[in-house]
């Protein structure tokens, strides 16, 4: 048998889409655990909505999560000349025809197939069309002469054995009348110069596999066996579309969603090994198989999505979390001054604490990233005549604290209390709120030891 040999095509017409991400991840996981090679082609023959920067973007969305293609890119709308020789060997040897039906009377076809409730299929009307009785002035389509009796089983690795009545299968389209090669026929004849051993993709593409099966019969090609994973759909139970919230990578990056988390949560939806959750990406390639795929929609899960963040954000060295968190505010929030690295470096074990995301975490550490904090107003105007006194007093204290520890800091909040008949709430928010300008955020020892003593010293005297 040939080398394992996957392939995942999108068409450069808009960012990558969750549901693509999953399909290239698992026909990447199954070469690379058979010792294969996983290959990436760009179906661009959609010359008006590809788009260089859209096909930029697959790349790196890829690459973001963990999936590196072998070789070159395959570039589909650079090989159209092998796929019309396709064409003319199919006229040739009779399995494939001139069709000069117009567009009109394929329209009305399509109405009288509306009106009766019934699945449109071309009526072979031009099938056995003789030259001498075709018309001169009409630039015809290339149809694929399909089966008409019998039927076709598809032995799918996911599906198992899916039968079709060949008569279903209409005389498909080929060769439009400009000249250029549909998806069907394209595809074939891209996976059959490239050895694809095996074609993994949504079974919403089952029909197309039944089109494909033909050409290459017809071909007298080696067929590649086929496997069709379940969709993913909204937690609704809907069919996830592009035009969802958070269907493409970017929309998990910009919140701060760790390639790590997203790539095993992705590996989970619709695949089990055992009862095991998590796996880092050795144990992925290792235990993946496509026994392992359910056959029915996996339902995206956001909350999931983020307990599994959460748990990488936990568990992550936090050495590479911190690197993580640079590259994420760089890209998304603001560049983090050198001078603020090493403050924001020793305060990771508690910025992270019920983060679910980056965001979360830069969210928390905003303090320590901003030379000047914006006070939230809401939050300011807690800050009564009273708070105003604890806030004096507690900078008088703490000005004679030379080392800061929650040892030290403890007896002065203590004290506050004590001397104002409050609690530790009435003491700490007001604090929280003038040193980092809201009410929320890590816990006020936590702040104060970060800032460190100048920095503490400077917020308050704003106040003081």
């Known amino acids: 048998m040939s080398k394992i040999a996957t392939r995942f095509a999108p068409s450069p017409t808009g960012a990558l889409h969750i549901g693509g991400v ?31 920067e859209h096909k930029i973007q697959i790349i790196k969305s890829l690459k973001w999560i963990g999936i590196e293609h072998d070789g070159e890119e395959y570039i589909q709308s650079t090989k159209i000349n092998d796929h019309i020789k396709v064409v003319d ?32 299929i071309y009526n072979r009307k031009c099938r056995d069309l003789s030259q001498t009785d075709a ?14 009796g019998g039927t076709t089983i598809l032995k799918d690795l996911v599906q198992g054995n899916v039968e079709i009545e060949n008569n279903t299968i209409e ?58 994973i379940p969709l993913i759909h909204t937690i ?5 579309s592009k035009r969802d919230n958070a269907s493409t990578l970017d929309d998990y990056s910009k919140i701060g969603i760790m390639p790590d988390a997203l790539r095993n949560y992705l590996l989970r939806l619709g695949w089990s090994y055992k009862d095991k959750e998590i796996f880092t990406l050795d144990e992925s390639i290792k235990y993946f198989d496509l026994k392992g795929i359910g056959k029915s929609p996996s ?18 060295d936090e050495n590479e ?11 998304f929030k603001e560049k983090i001054d050198t001078d603020k690295e090493s403050k924001l470096k020793l305060s990771l074990s508690f910025l992270k604490n019920k983060a679910k995301t980056l965001e979360d975490i830069y969210n928390n550490a905003k303090y320590i990233i901003v030379d000047e904090v914006d006070l939230n107003q809401e939050d300011f105007k807690l800050i009564d005549d009273n708070a105003k006194k604890i806030i004096s007093d507690f900078s008088k204290k703490f000005s004679t604290v030379e080392n800061l520890t929650k040892e030290t800091l403890e007896p002065i909040l203590n004290d506050l209390i004590k001397s104002y008949e409050t609690n530790f709430k009435s003491v700490g928010q007001p604090l929280r709120i003038i040193l980092t300008g809201s009410k929320f955020g890590p816990g006020i020892y936590d702040i104060i030891i970060s800032l460190g003593k100048v920095e503490v010293e400077k917020r308050l005297n704003k106040l003081v």
């Not at 630039?139 to 089966?147: E, G, L, M, Y």
């Open 22 to 52: 999953r399909t290239a991840l698992f026909n990447w996981l199954f070469s690379k655990n058979q010792k294969g090679t996983f290959h990436l082609r760009i179906e661009d023959t959609d010359k008006e909505r590809s788009k260089d």
């Open 89 to 120: 060997e199919l006229l040739k040897n009779g399995n494939a025809y001139k069709c000069y039906c117009s567009t009109e009377e394929i329209e009305d076809q399509k109405k009288r197939a509306r009106q009766k409730k019934l699945p449109y």
């Open 135 to 148: 018309p001169k002035d009409v630039k015809p389509v290339i149809r694929f002469k399909s089966k008409i």
């Open 171 to 228: 005389d498909f389209i080929i060769l439009r009348n400009d000249e250029t090669p549909t998806y069907n026929l394209s595809a074939t004849v891209d996976d059959h110069q490239m050895n694809m051993t095996h074609i993994i993709r949504g079974d919403d593409h089952k029909i197309n596999t039944f089109k494909q099966m033909q050409i290459y019969i017809a071909m007298k090609w080696d067929l590649p066996q086929f496997a069709h």
């Open 236 to 240: 609704e139970g809907k069919k996830l």
């Open 299 to 316: 339902k995206l899960d956001m909350s999931r999505i983020l307990s599994m963040n959460e748990h990488y954000i936990k568990t992550i």
């Open 321 to 331: 979390l911190y690197n993580q968190l640079l590259q994420y505010c760089e890209l």
